[in-house]
C-alpha cells in the first residue's frame, strides 16, 4: 500500500513540474482559413548527434502540436517541461517563431503584422523584430535608391561614392542590433534562438567577426547550449580542415559542470 502510494505521489509531482500552455491565434488571412497549422520545436539531442556538415541538415524540427484555422481562430493547448523556442509552420512553409511559455499566449497573424504577446519573452522578441522592421525599411529604400541610379546610368563607382557610405552605416546598424540582442538574451531562450537564425545564413559552420564576438563574451550556459556546442565544434573543424594552425585558440570551449 505505500509503495502504491509512494508511486502516485512521484506521479503527481511530475505533473505539478510540467507548463501549461494555450495559445488563441488569430489570423485575418483568407490563405490560412481551412489550414492545418504546425507548432514545432527542434529536437536538440538528434541534432547533437549527427555528424553532417550542413547546419540546416543538422537542424532536427519536431511536432509538438497541431491545429486547423476555422473562421480566422485557431488553438494551441500543452505541456511543456521548460520554456522553448518554437515555430509556428503552415505546411513546410515557416510562419513565425514563438516562446513558448506558461500561460496564455496571443498570435496575431495579418498582412500587416505578426506577432505573439501574453508573456515577457514574446513581448521581448517581437519588440526587436519591429526594430529590425525599421531597419530593413531603411535597407530597402537603399536598395531603390540603387536601382534608381542604375536605370539613370550611373556608373558603379559613382553610385559607390554616393550610396556606399550609408549602406556601411545600416549594414553595421544590423549587425550591432542582432548581436545586442543575442548578448541581451544569453541566459533565457532567445539568445540561443536567434543565434541559430543567424547562423542559419551560411551553408555549413564558419566563425564571422560577429559570431566570434558573440561567442566571446558568453557564459557557461550559452556555450553549453547544444546548438551552440555543435556549431562552434563543426566551425572548429572546418577551420582545421582549412590548415588553421591553432583553430580551438580563438574559440571558446563548452564548460563541463560537474
Known sequence: MNKVFYILSSLLLLTSCAEQYNIAGNSSLPCLDGKVLYLRVSNNGKQEQAHKSNVQQETVMVCLDSCTVIHGQFRFEGDIDSTMMAMLYRGNDCVMPIVLESGNLNIQVDNATQRVSGSPLNE????????????????????????????????P?????????????LDRRAEELETKFVMDNYNNVLGPGYFRLLCSQFPSPIMTEQIQRILDSAPANFLNDPFVRYYMQHAKMRMAAQGDKNPSAAMPQPVTCP
Open 124 to 155: 521581448k522578441l517581437y519588440s526587436y523584430f519591429k526594430k529590425r522592421t525599421r531597419l530593413d525599411h531603411e535597407i530597402w529604400e537603399l536598395q531603390q535608391a540603387t536601382m534608381r541610379m542604375m536605370r539613370e546610368g550611373n556608373s
Open 157 to 169: 563607382i559613382d553610385i559607390q561614392r554616393k550610396l556606399g557610405k550609408k549602406k556601411q552605416q
